[in-house]
């Protein structure tokens, strides 16, 4: 009798969706912009995730009403509020949430999402059938989004795939082994710690270091160990738009972009922020507003 390797994982075929947590951090937003991505996040992945956690960062009370509505409602499984008043609240120090998203999960697979970041997908509703086989290779660490800091490159083993060393906590899934092997290699005293020592100097000095801290102990790992990360190239049957907006013109940009309006010029472009055309008055205020701006530097 074989017995399985352990990274070889037990996955319904037919929902593998099951077998995800969703996991979530943020700061801010009103209930329906939330409800409405993270209901799109749930189409994108196939289904409703085996399990949903989300790590607030110390938002006011209306986020807090909020959040608590979607796990009343059973969108959320596992909810964690903190106090504004908390020293976790801070700009600089969101990693902290964003590690614990991952570090609470509790099935085989994680998949990092951000609600300010727009999903679609046309075709392919089993496509985390695929993603599972592709990160039972030993070379391959996460499968990402292609707006990254650097171009990705087309992967030479993996036809039709792109490929880096970043993953992006917009978009990131990869197995819970791997999560918690990452973090700890690159960043065990900082854990040891409980994120209270100094942070480590071994990730690099890129602006937004102490922002992106999680994202820079990915990316180290895959260095370290020659992984990568893959992602599908974008096209109007796949996209994911981080957007950094939020509230009503947040569904503003996202009815644009599920009608694709103005979406190619933004496929697979490092740094994007989706913003469909303007016209009009509002075209006029934008260059007014530009002008302002520079008028102030």
Not at 33 to 44: A, H, K, S, V
Not at 104 to 119: E, I, N, P, Q
């Amino acid at each position: 009798m074989s017995i399985a390797s352990p990274d070889q994982l037990a996955v319904d075929p037919a929902n593998p969706w099951r077998s995800v947590s969703l996991c979530i951090s943020g700061f801010g937003g009103h209930l329906g912009p939330m409800r409405r991505i993270l209901l799109d996040w749930f189409d994108f992945l196939g289904g409703r995730p085996g399990e949903v956690i989300f790590i607030d960062g110390g938002s006011d009370a209306t986020t807090r009403r909020a959040l608590t509505q979607l796990l009343t409602e059973g969108h959320i499984d596992r909810l964690e509020l903190l106090a504004p008043s908390h020293w976790e609240n801070h700009p600089h120090r969101c990693y902290i949430q964003e590690h614990q998203a991952g570090r609470l999960a509790t099935l085989d697979y994680l998949c990092f999402v951000k609600l300010d970041t727009l999903s679609f997908r046309a075709h392919r509703p089993l496509w985390l059938n695929d993603a599972i086989t592709l990160l039972d290779n030993p070379d391959v660490f996460a499968i990402t989004n292609s707006h990254l800091v650097e171009p990705m490159t087309e992967s030479p083993e993996h036809h039709g795939l792109l490929q880096s060393d970043f993953a992006s906590l917009n978009f990131a899934l990869m197995k819970r082994t791997a999560f918690e092997h990452a973090m700890a290699s690159q960043t065990p005293e900082l854990l040891a710690s409980r994120f209270k020592s100094e942070l480590p100097c071994n990730l690099g000095a890129d602006p937004g270091f102490e922002r992106a801290l999680v994202e820079w102990a990915w990316r180290a790992h895959c260095r370290s160990t020659g992984r990568k990360t893959l992602a599908w190239p974008e096209s109007r049957h796949w996209m994911i738009f981080h957007m950094n907006k939020s509230g009503r013109k947040l569904l503003r940009y996202r009815a644009a972009f599920r009608q694709f309006v103005g979406v190619e010029p933004y496929f697979d472009l490092p740094k994007a922020l989706y913003r469909p055309p303007i016209k009009g008055f509002s075209k006029l205020g934008r260059s007014v507003e530009a002008a302002v701006r520079t008028l102030r530097t």
